[in-house]
């Protein structure tokens, strides 16, 4: 499984959900590839879920893997209950 976290610019927002997705992953014993990517560099990549905050929703909403919004990026909580979420629905 691959995994794409995301943001507007640079890698600060994507290096973070990174960070708290691999840990919530580990802690779970569920193996996947996370890569944090800025949206330029983002597009044309094949990923299974997207982890980005809400206010991209308008540049993902075409797009075909399952897409997962973060309204409080720093809500541990809520990444894991939806990233979670988005795992077992593919599985």
Known sequence: MVIATLCGMGFGTSMMLKLFIDDILKVEGIKAEINPWDLGSFKGNKVDIVVAP????SHLRDYTAKVVYINNLVDKAEIKEKVL???RELS
């Open 85 to 87: 979420a988005a795992i």
């Open 54 to 57: 809400i206010d991209m929703e």
